[in-house]
């Protein structure tokens, strides 16, 4: 009898191997799904949905429909991109770390670099599909314009991508998300005003360092969707918005241990 009894009850150490499976599993599920979870949390959150879609077409409609000189609408829509994805990760990250959510991403079996890869570019379409009713009431007003269009979209994506990524690092500096939010919006208006969005730059070595900021081709781009005047050609402006939509990748991977595993 009991030896019978002994064979039917697994041993202690057969029961924890059974409950470290599924936990194990549970895990590589949410390393596999991280941006889905990012998606089915965005569109759940339904009020937010629709100010997130709202809001920057409140700030573009008068510009694009009122007949606005094209360079006030394209400095306003360049500071809209920049200051989206920066400000939206620096708070979410912050409140994360507060919580504890960034502890456990930790214990997930993946590179810090690839989880805030995953994260960040998730992040960066759902900005995207914010700003996507903008971008068609920039096409169905100046439908001519549509050269400038791959410039646009890809100049777009690499400055949603940056901002979220500078959002990530200034959420390591502070526990705060208002403090966060001053850390990112502090060097965003210099950076802004050397890549020439706020006025034209006329010394000979300020032009050279616009090219050097993402800011600039995405004011390029949008300022000949609007049939503006841009100082760059379309294909020089898809050329630095595939790179630093590239370089934009690279560095997300490098930080992600500083963003992740910073306490």
């Not at 697994?10 to 936990?23: E, F, M, N």
């Not at 300022?223 to 590239?246: A, I, R």
Request: proline share 8%; glycine share 8%.
């Amino acid at each position: 009898m009991s030896s019978s009894s002994s064979r039917a009850s697994p041993s202690p150490r057969h029961i924890d191997d059974t409950r470290a499976i599924p936990h194990r599993g549970a895990l590589m599920m949410l390393a596999g799904t991280i941006w889905q979870r990012e998606l089915v949390e965005f569109a759940q959150r339904r009020r937010a949905l629709i100010i997130k879609l709202v809001f920057p077409l409140l700030v573009a409609v008068p510009l694009v429909l009122s007949g606005a000189p094209t360079i006030y609408a394209a400095m306003a829509l360049t500071m809209l991109a920049a200051i989206v994805g920066a400000l939206g990760s620096g708070a979410v990250l912050t409140r994360e770390r507060q919580s504890g959510l960034t502890l456990r991403y930790r214990t997930l079996p993946v590179t810090p670099g690839r989880l805030l890869i995953e994260r960040l570019t998730t992040n960066g379409l759902i900005d995207f599909v914010q700003l996507v009713p903008v971008l068609l009431l920039i096409a169905v007003r100046h439908p001519s314009e549509f050269a400038w269009w791959p410039a646009l979209l890809l100049s777009m994506a690499a400055v949603l991508l940056i901002g979220n990524l500078t959002g990530a690092v200034a959420s390591t500096l502070s526990d705060s998300p208002g403090e966060v939010m001053l850390y990112v919006v502090i060097p965003l208006i210099p950076l802004l005003y050397l890549s020439g969005v706020f006025t034209p730059l006329e010394q000979p070595v300020l032009p050279v360092i616009s090219r050097l900021l993402p800011f600039s081709y995405l004011y390029q781009a949008l300022l000949g969707s609007l049939g503006g005047q841009p100082n760059l050609l379309p294909w020089e402006t898809v050329l630095g918005g595939f790179g630093f939509l590239v370089g934009a990748i690279g560095l997300t991977g490098w930080f992600g241990r500083r963003v992740l595993e910073s306490d």
